[in-house]
């Protein structure tokens, strides 16, 4: 059983019986049939769409990133940016057909606080995102009008206390003790009335009036109260109760507007009075429970305990975590240990088309160029059907980056790799299931992107670090560019640099058995630049000849801008921009997804080799 994730897409429901999407509006009476197609299903797959990628430069993704470093990057844009959309696609194979039933479903998601109370989301829209987004034939209203709200389990929990300890407070106060009607951290018990401050008193004067008059009269059971502020709201509850101890209930309401006023209820009895009561507090468990929202899906994905798979997912772990369950640890080891405590079994489908032999077949790991791919030899697409009330999709672009099409495509692509590489076994497996032994190796390992030298983030190990002896870092005047750089480590032979800032790189040796002598040769007194070792500079220690070099910005100001000669045999020069920040795919831009392992290798030099595994 596997549930399987993938990170560019939306975040709506699709159902038998439903339109394309749906929102809020229909959560309630679709999430029964998501429950039964998750029950159901041997494996799921999820999809996301997001306000935005990174916060700012400096959490730009870097191809020397460890798991750990990179980790603290998308976390912070988890915490930054919003979830908009998630697609969940589940599928079921019918043994006696040979065939998988899918059932996609696209939720479109969006945080609205349904009391004062409940938390107030801020987050950040990066505009590359949201042009990409809308690009797409993204809608936004539906975002914003009919997105199904969501709170983590942290809050849920921290609002239903706040809500059992104002219903205690409510049957332990007697006369003359007042509560306001309104819910929040104001909403406690007083005793006594409070003085009416004298710009109010005439307004509180007239609601007193009006509800004398109600209660006079027979005919209407409510009155509905002007909209007012918090504060005169508090006001008219404390006095109304206090002339008017018996006979009326006195409950906050929110208009079209989202203007609270306050309606007053024609009590006859206390039984009544009690009863009115126990309705108002069993409204405000259903809000509370509406304000859940999209986080039960979530849940009904972690209790069902089956693999979660998905493309290029590190990215989705991190924000379908801190959206919808907690905000993520500082800790890298304890966020390992959350993910796998939500879900225990997670697999990248990005990992598996970038680890032999399935590597060795596809020219690219983009989702879209690979769905493409495994419909050729020797890969086979499995045989899907969809349930008829379902969209029915076709294998093309015209459905890419919906969440539920590439969730949907992701599940597909998982089968034809999983059935490929049950063909190589002796004897061959013609249909591979999730718990199956050669699906294992990739279990709870998660892609990381353009780090070509650490195969794999383990959620289940530690992970496997190499040496990166032949790094340096480097740092130099403003005015240098890339060929300074190519002619101050031309005796080494090709380098790759990685630029950090205007000032600042690592350098990194394409001939590892040259970084022995970098030191050495470089470090020289009066130098205009800085040089240490990768593991000096990570671990923030002072290389010996560097504390003799000292480097100051009035030194570098004292000597002469020169035009330097260009070395002929330096390397061709490369562009800087390519350097600092390689470009985002165009196949996902809206997340972290690799253009293409093999093409990459191609148009760029590649440092490391992958390490088998």
Wanted: glycine share 4%; net charge negative; charged share 25%.
């Amino acid at each position: 059983m596997l549930f399987l994730c993938d990170g560019t897409s939306s975040i709506l429901i699709q159902t038998s019986g439903l339109e394309n999407t749906t929102g809020k509006q229909d959560f309630s009476s679709v999430l029964p049939e998501v429950e039964k197609a998750i029950n159901e299903a041997d494996f799921l797959c999820v999809d996301t769409e997001f306000s935005g990628l990174h916060a700012s430069s400096s959490f730009h993704i870097s191809s020397l990133d460890t798991p750990e470093e990179r980790y603290h990057k998308l976390r912070k844009g988890s915490s930054d940016f919003l979830v908009f959309q998630v697609g969940l696609c589940t599928f079921c194979y019918i043994e006696e057909d040979k065939k998988y039933e899918a059932k996609p479903f696209n939720f479109y998601v969006f945080p609205k606080p349904y009391s004062r109370a409940a938390p107030d989301c801020r987050f950040l829209c990066q505009s590359s995102s949201i042009d990409f987004l809308a690009s797409q034939g993204f809608d936004f209203n539906k975002v914003f009008k009919e997105g199904i709200p969501f709170i983590t389990s942290t809050q849920e929990s921290e609002l239903r206390d706040l809500m059992e300890e104002r219903h205690k407070q409510y049957k332990q106060f007697s006369s003359p003790a007042f509560v306001t009607p309104d819910s929040g951290a104001e909403a406690v018990t007083t005793k006594g009335p409070i003085n009416v401050p004298e710009e109010h008193k005439d307004f509180i004067e007239g609601i007193c009036k009006s509800v004398e008059e109600f209660l006079e009269k027979d005919g209407e059971e409510n009155l509905s109260l002007p909209p007012c502020n918090g504060f005169v709201r508090k006001l008219i509850y404390q006095t109304v109760r206090q002339r008017f101890q018996s006979g009326v209930h006195l409950g906050a309401k929110t208009d079209e507007k989202k203007q609270r006023y306050i309606q007053v209820t024609r009590i006859k009895t206390e039984d009544e009075m009690k009863m009115k009561e126990q309705e108002k507090q069993s409204a405000e468990l259903a809000e509370l429970e509406e304000a859940v929202g999209f986080t039960k899906v979530i849940r009904l994905i972690s209790q069902s305990g089956k693999l979660m798979v998905g493309h290029n997912m590190f990215m989705d772990l991190v924000h379908l975590l801190n959206r919808f369950c907690s905000q993520l640890p500082e800790n890298y080891q304890e966020f390992k240990a959350m993910a796998k405590c939500v879900f225990p079994k997670i697999l990248d489908t990005k990992l598996m088309a970038n680890t032999a032999p399935c590597k060795d077949l596809l020219p690219s790991s983009v989702l879209g160029d690979l769905l493409n791919h495994i419909n050729c030899k020797p890969f086979k697409p499995p045989e899907i059907v969809i349930p008829e009330n379902f969209p029915q999709y076709k294998l093309d672009d015209s459905n890419l980056h919906e969440a539920a099409y590439d969730a949907y495509i992701t599940g597909i692509c998982f089968t034809a790799m999983s059935n490929f590489l049950g063909g190589l076994q002796n004897p061959p497996l013609p249909n591979v299931l999730p718990d199956a032994t050669i699906i294992k190796p990739f279990t709870n390992k998660l892609f990381l992107m353009r780090i070509s030298d650490i195969p794999y983030l383990d959620l289940a190990g530690d992970d496997v670090l190499p040496s990166r002896d032949h790094v340096f870092h480097v740092t130099f005047p403003k005015e240098w560019k890339a060929p300074d750089l190519y002619q101050l480590f031309s005796p080494f032979g090709n380098v790759y640099i990685t630029w950090l800032d205007d000032v600042s790189a690592f350098v990194s040796l394409y001939k590892k058995d040259q970084s022995a002598t970098v030191m050495s040769t470089l470090c020289k007194r009066d130098t205009r630049y800085k040089i240490m070792t990768y593991e000096l500079f990570k671990n923030g220690l002072p290389d010996k000849e560097s504390r003799k070099r000292p480097h100051s910005a009035e030194s570098m100001e004292e000597e002469p801008k020169k035009k330097k000669p260009l070395n002929v045999d330096a390397p061709v020069f490369v562009s800087r921009s390519r350097s600092i920040t390689p470009p985002m795919p165009e196949e996902n831009e809206n997340k972290e997804e690799e253009p293409d392992s093999t093409s990459e290798q191609s148009s760029e030099q590649k440092l490391f080799e992958v390490p088998a595994w």
